[in-house]
């Protein structure tokens, strides 16, 4: 049996390896009480378990451990899971218990300090735009806590709607493990890097079933928190031979976490709010205000990471000009696109606002009339 066709039945099993323990920890979950209970803010109508991450880290577990044993050393794949486990326990016990967000982020710091420290998963020479390698010295060890914590709290404030967190992760796994298999060499470690996110793949392949909508079980911080960790560490290895730890190609790649992440600070801070304060005004919500139905919803999400990916395939295939030129051109479309759904509010669009200003007389003429009569007031 061919190595490349040994590795595709060992993610099949892994795939229903997850399949298979996801009903197990559908029944645990509501032993150990760990649900989800609906209120004004949850979409759910019904107690439902939520602690399903830790399907997809079990079989994780298992296939590291046991199914590529031939491929990641044990003692390498033991740290990895602990390191994890750390997350996992942290998600859990909010799924149990609900914690405040600043117990959730010393959770989160411990488990960012483990793989700095430990597993010597570090942001240490980054790239921009293709122009220059820099060494960041010093600021290795803050900047990389600050990218797991991104990635954690992006994806789990986007795990909103029944699959979609699990989904765009999905896509972006698989083109993180696609973007660094391409730039791999054979026989280096990074080789093995893809082979640890198309396992993370099958992985929670097996478990969406179950929770796409009409969920059975959802990720939970459990999961979200999981798989936005293993997201950081693994952009950090898997990219690192195709961009140097490209600063923009990663943050392409979750572009729809990331954007409505950014954007829930802005609309906080705008209001005055913490910016760990909950609210309904997330990406998901304002879609399904929009008219989306819920499983439109999570497929409109998934047509945009997908999009994103493509982006950053080429973006990672273009000239450096030509990369600037495209950044340009997202950050114009996707400011739109923010805009015109309302996603920092109603009243927040001033590109749209300036667009109009510049191609409607009429309102030029009414933002003037305001502004006179706002001085004329003054005085």
């Not at 997202?330 to 001033?350: A, C, D, N, S, T």
Request: hydrophobic share 55%; proline share 3%.
């Amino acid at each position: 049996m061919s190595f490349i066709l040994s590795l595709i039945v060992r993610l099949i099993i892994t795939f229903f390896l997850a399949l298979g323990l996801t009903p197990i920890i559908q029944r645990f979950s509501c032993l150990i009480g760990a649900v989800d209970v609906p209120n004004k803010r949850r979409i759910n109508k019904k107690i439902m378990p939520s602690a399903g991450g830790l399907a997809i880290y079990l079989a994780f577990s298992i296939a590291i451990t046991c199914l590529f044993r031939d491929i990641f050393p044990l003692g390498y794949s033991l740290k990895l899971i602990l390191g994890a486990a750390i997350i996992i326990a942290t998600g859990l016990i909010d799924d149990i218990k609900e914690i405040s967000p600043r117990a959730k982020t010393i959770g989160m710091l411990l488990a960012a300090f483990y793989a700095y420290f430990v597993l010597n998963i570090r942001m240490d020479i980054v790239n921009v735009f293709s122009f220059e390698n820099i060494d960041l010295g010093w600021l290795s060890f803050p900047l990389t806590v600050l990218w797991i914590l991104g990635f954690v709290n992006a994806i789990n404030l986007i795990d909103g709607l029944d699959g979609l967190a699990s989904g765009v992760s999905i896509i972006a796994l698989t083109t993180i493990g696609f973007i660094g298999y391409i730039a791999s060499t054979s026989g280096a470690i990074i080789v093995q890097v893809p082979i640890m996110i198309f396992i993370l793949v099958a992985s929670i392949g097996g478990f969406l079933p179950f929770n796409f909508f009409p969920a059975k079980i959802y990720l939970g911080d459990t999961g979200a928190l999981f798989l936005g960790y293993m997201i950081a560490i693994l952009s950090l290895q898997g990219l690192k031979n195709a961009t140097l730890v490209s600063l923009i190609t990663p943050l392409i790649i979750l572009g729809v976490p990331i954007t409505d992440t950014f954007y829930a600070i802005i609309r906080r801070k705008l209001k005055k709010q913490s910016i760990s304060k909950p609210d309904s005004m997330h990406l998901h919500h304002r879609l399904l205000s929009l008219g989306f139905t819920h499983r439109g919803a999570v497929l409109m999400i998934y047509v945009l990471a997908l999009t994103f990916s493509l982006i950053a395939l080429l973006y990672s295939a273009s000239s450096s000009i030509a990369n600037v030129v495209m950044i340009v051109a997202v950050v114009f479309g996707l400011e739109l696109f923010v805009e015109q759904i309302g996603l920092v509010g109603e009243e927040q669009r001033p590109l749209l606002n300036a667009m109009r200003y510049i191609g409607n007389k009429a309102y030029r003429n009414k933002v003037k009339a305001e502004r006179y009569n706002r001085k004329k007031e003054k005085k």
